[in-house]
């Protein structure tokens, strides 16, 4: 199985809140939130309207989990960036791992990576793999690995295909560099989380159109290890110091 695969294997499974007996402007401010999500958001009432404004979630037809609206609104933020601490998610939110976020521009994936990036470098440790598409695109980044793979413990790999010369770096970055489509198209940052389940997480996605892109981020332990075993089985290593 390959990485784009993987993401539609992902894009497969449709969840669908379905938001019952509330008004419509909440029907909405849900749906907009969540616009940019493989999500269908649908408004329906109960024969005695009770209970009152309460979300369900549902994947391909199977009840996943149950909500108040109001907690899920709370606890969403205005922003649609994804956020990768889901120990502050409700009961909605924490199902949405492993859905398709379906038209992120480069700021958002910018976002969603430096997340990850970051709870590699408050664990110092473990390995980080991350996808830059193309070298040069690697270079505008080398500050920011440079200093991850300075970091303590921590093992970091950066892979991309030849459109430019390799960096030069003078740190323990691990650079693969790759002439497969796979790589060219696929953005992904992946953390092993030191081999602590919970510490592990990933984003992974693919351009579709230009500069826009689709995937999904995830916090499940056995996907992550399965891209990373993806990474370091499928690739091998042209480095340059």
């Not at 430019?164 to 953005?187: N, Q, Y």
Request: glycine share 6%.
């Amino acid at each position: 199985m390959s990485l784009t695969e993987l993401i539609a294997g992902v894009e497969d499974h449709e969840k669908t809140l379905t938001v019952f007996n509330a008004d419509a402007e909440r029907v909405e401010a849900l749906r907009a939130q969540f616009r940019d999500r493989n999500l269908t958001v649908t408004g329906e009432r109960t024969p005695s309207g009770k209970p009152d404004s309460f979300a369900v979630l549902a994947e391909d037809g199977r009840f996943v989990t149950a909500a108040d609206v109001t907690e899920v609104l709370e606890t969403t933020s205005a922003e649609t960036e994804p956020e990768f601490d889901d120990r502050a998610y409700s009961p909605i939110l924490d199902h949405l791992d492993e859905t398709m976020f379906t038209s992120y521009a480069i700021g958002q994936m910018v976002a969603a990576s430096r997340e990850i990036e970051d709870r590699a470098w408050r664990v110092g440790k473990g390995a980080l793999h991350s996808g830059f598409q193309r070298l040069s695109i690697l270079e505008d980044q080398m500050d920011v690995y440079g200093r991850l793979a300075g970091k303590g413990d921590l093992d970091v790999h950066a892979y991309a295909y030849p459109d430019a010369d390799v960096p030069a770096h003078d740190t323990d970055l691990t650079i693969h560099v790759e002439r497969t489509d796979e790589i060219e198209r696929s953005w992904f940052v992946a953390y092993d989380g030191a081999g602590i389940d919970v510490n592990k997480c990933a984003l992974l996605a693919e351009e579709r159109e230009s500069r826009t892109f689709y995937g999904f981020w995830t916090y499940d332990p056995s996907t992550v290890d399965w891209i990373i075993d993806h990474l370091e089985s499928t690739y091998g290593l042209v480095e340059s110091q």
